[in-house]
T-cell receptor
Framework: ETGVTQSPTHLIKTRGQQVTLRCSSQ?????VSWYQQALGQGPQFIFQ???????GRGNFPPRFSGLQFPNYSSELNVNALELDDSALYLC????????????FGSGTRLTVV | DQQVKQNSPSLSVQEGRISILNCDYT??????FLWYKKYPAEGPTFLIS?????DKNEDGRFTVFLNKSAKHLSLHIVPSQPGDSAVYFC??????????FGAGTILRVKS
């Protein structure tokens, strides 16, 4: 059973640029959620994807967008990067309707300069 | 609006003793609570959970207690081991759609 894998592990971008982060969900899981963890804080829910559609969204602006593919992998896209977007981005997969077991990846550390 | 709060940023405990981590919540719609452990450079790892219809759940050295009237839960680790040193996050959900996390508590177990 493979876990959740995220790429890249680290990334440095310039303010105003765009970034795409990727996530492969754990085998058998059909739902992917993305979280942002700023320094010294807990993870904050960005959005969730189920059956390739957005299934809930947190308090993040529209420049945060995502995709889920038929194999349940997912992308997080952030446009017009701001300095405050610097954070650890975590992907979590789960099995919607089965249980509340979320499996997290190791995250992508994004630094915006 | 912090719906889940972990008021202790850090906790230091001697090896072999009990570690008690606390968490308070405000949203009475939460129906499931989870504890995650996080090491540096790793993602959060699920530790133990409890449904709102229960008041206690035990798994080996880890026990979670839920007091719904006080909107409070706690994680007990007995006995504490140096390998337990990590950041512990309390999380809550309503219907499983998203997890709402606290800010975390850094646990240091001294040998």
């Amino acid at each position: 059973e493979t876990g959740v894998t995220q790429s890249p592990t680290h990334l440095i971008k310039t303010r105003g640029q765009q970034v795409t982060l990727r996530c492969s969900s754990q085998s058998g899981h059909n739902t992917v959620s993305w979280y942002q963890q700023a320094l010294g804080q807990g993870p904050q829910f960005i959005f969730q994807y189920y059956r390739e559609e957005e299934n809930g969204r947190g308090n993040f602006p529209p420049r945060f967008s995502g995709l889920q593919f038929p194999n349940y992998s997912s992308e997080l896209n952030v446009n017009a990067l701001e300095l405050d977007d610097s954070a650890l981005y975590l992907c979590a997969s789960s099995n919607q309707g089965v249980d509340y077991g979320y499996t997290f990846g190791s995250g992508t550390r994004l630094t915006v300069v | 609006d912090q719906q889940v709060k972990q008021n202790s940023p850090s906790l230091s405990v001697q090896e072999g003793r009990i570690s008690i981590l606390n968490c308070d919540y405000t949203n009475s719609m939460f129906d499931y609570f989870l504890w995650y452990k996080k090491y540096p450079a790793e993602g959060p790892t699920f530790l133990i959970s409890i449904s709102s219809i229960k008041d206690k759940n035990e798994d080996g050295r880890f026990t979670v207690f839920l007091n719904k009237s006080a909107k409070h839960l706690s994680l007990h680790i007995v006995p504490s081991q140096p390998g337990d040193s990590a950041v512990y996050f309390c999380a809550a959900t309503s219907g499983g759609n998203k997890l709402v996390f606290g800010a975390g508590t850094i646990l240091r177990v001294k040998s």
